[in-house]
């Protein structure tokens, strides 16, 4: 599994991307300590595809953006 660093936070809650496969994706986000809960998914397709559910599954979580 290769895992690939170089996202950026996404409303302030680390993620990541790990290849699994050729074209299976993990997702996994990692809210502080005592914030939350840590939450992954498989996304099949691209890396970009497994970011932007990644994306999704802490907009859920952390719910409407107020800015």
């Known amino acids: 599994m290769d895992r690939f660093g170089d996202t950026q936070p996404h ?3 680390e993620f990541g991307v790990y290849e699994i496969k050729p ?15 840590h939450a992954c998914g498989i996304v099949k397709g691209t ?3 497994a970011i932007t559910a990644c994306k ?7 719910g409407p953006d107020k800015r």
């Not at 999704?56 to 952390?62: G, N, P, S, V, Y």
């Open 11 to 13: 409303r302030g809650i």
């Open 23 to 37: 074209d299976e994706w993990q997702w996994d986000y990692y809210p502080k300590i005592g914030g939350g809960t």
């Open 47 to 49: 890396r970009e595809a």
């Open 56 to 62: 999704a599954a802490i907009d859920k979580w952390l």
